[in-house]
């Protein structure tokens, strides 16, 4: 059996995130926990290109375009959609999350999905770097993984 599997090893490589500012509280340490992930990996802190967008619903469209420099072995999707009150939060969520998946179906490159989408502000906290870890840690493990993995599908 073959069994093929992406390292962890960032060292040479070029990553990029996209951010959203909104619920900046949040995304800062989502983006804190993305970055301290590649570091801890050998990825050179200037070799880390953070894009900031006004929300989750710009992610995607910012996404295909860094997608399409072919400069990153990998690019981190942040940001943080909070139900609260309003239904406004099913279309952010959702054309976030769709819009993503969408644009990673067809890059070249990996795509990961680190944008929170909670009830309350206390359960982001929670995976912002709390009780429930740092989904912004996770989604850059995950980029590494699938950084290595993707040039191994020849
Ligand atoms: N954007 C977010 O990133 N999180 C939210 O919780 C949110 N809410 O709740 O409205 C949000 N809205 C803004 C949206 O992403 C766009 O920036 C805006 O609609 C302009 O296109």
């Not at 795509?111 to 502000?121: E, I, R, S, Y």
Request: glycine share 10%.
């Amino acid at each position: 059996m073959n069994e093929i599997a992406g390292q962890l090893q960032g060292a040479g490589k070029r990553f990029a995130i996209v951010i959203s500012r909104f619920n900046e509280l949040i995304t800062k340490q989502l983006l804190a926990g993305a970055r301290d992930c590649l570091l801890r990996h050998g990825v050179a802190d200037e070799a880390i290109d953070a894009y900031w967008v006004p929300g989750a619903f710009e992610i995607p469209a910012v996404v295909a375009r860094v997608a399409s420099l072919e400069r990153h072995a990998a690019i981190i999707a942040l940001g943080c959609v909070i139900r609260g009150e309003t239904p406004h939060f099913e279309y952010v969520a959702g054309e976030a999350a769709r819009g993503i998946a969408a644009v990673a179906r067809k890059a070249s490159i990996p795509v990961a999905f680190g944008v929170l989408t909670t009830d309350t502000v206390e359960q982001a906290l929670e995976r912002a770097g709390t009780k429930a870890g740092n989904k912004g840690w996770d989604a850059a493990l995950s980029a590494l993984e699938m950084s290595d993995l993707f040039p191994r599908i020849d």
